[in-house]
């Protein structure tokens, strides 16, 4: 049974940091497409950031350059490390994992992910 738990949420200030993580279990990280997305109320499921099996990366425009996608295939375990937090960022985080193997440039759109976590919540306050 493959199950995506993510943690490292909290409340921080505008400015502040914060590194979530995301824990395969039941599946492997290394070849497969693997992402962030956040929701916030009343918004649509937003593609934050994804990572492919060589480590290319693609970021939403507004988080590039303060947001960091990474994964541990060792640990099968993938990380989002968020700097320079602004309001905006609050939500709900969620990870998703593909189910094909070997894509390049992998996207960020909710409909190419077949795993998902149950999110953990990021506030950021002004």
């Known amino acids: 049974q493959v199950q995506l738990v993510e943690s490292g949420g909290g409340s921080v200030q505008a400015g502040g940091s914060l590194r979530l993580s995301c824990v395969a279990s039941?599946?492997?990280?290394?070849?497969?497409?693997m992402a962030w997305f956040r929701q916030s109320p009343g918004k649509a499921r937003e593609g934050v950031a994804a990572?492919?099996?060589?480590?290319?990366?693609r970021y939403k425009e507004s988080v590039r350059g303060r947001f960091t996608i990474s994964k541990d295939d060792d640990k099968n375990t993938l990380y989002l490390q968020m700097n320079s937090l602004q309001p905006e960022d609050s939500g709900m985080y969620f990870c998703?994992?593909?189910?094909?193997?070997?894509?390049?440039?992998?996207?960020?759109?909710?409909?190419?992910?077949?795993?998902w976590g149950q999110g953990t919540q990021v506030t950021v306050s002004s």
């Open positions: 998703a994992a593909g189910i094909r193997t070997g894509d390049l440039w992998c996207t960020t759109l909710a409909g190419d992910y077949y795993y």
């Open positions: 039941g599946y492997t990280t290394s070849n497969v497409c």
């Open positions: 990572i492919d099996r060589t480590d290319l990366t």
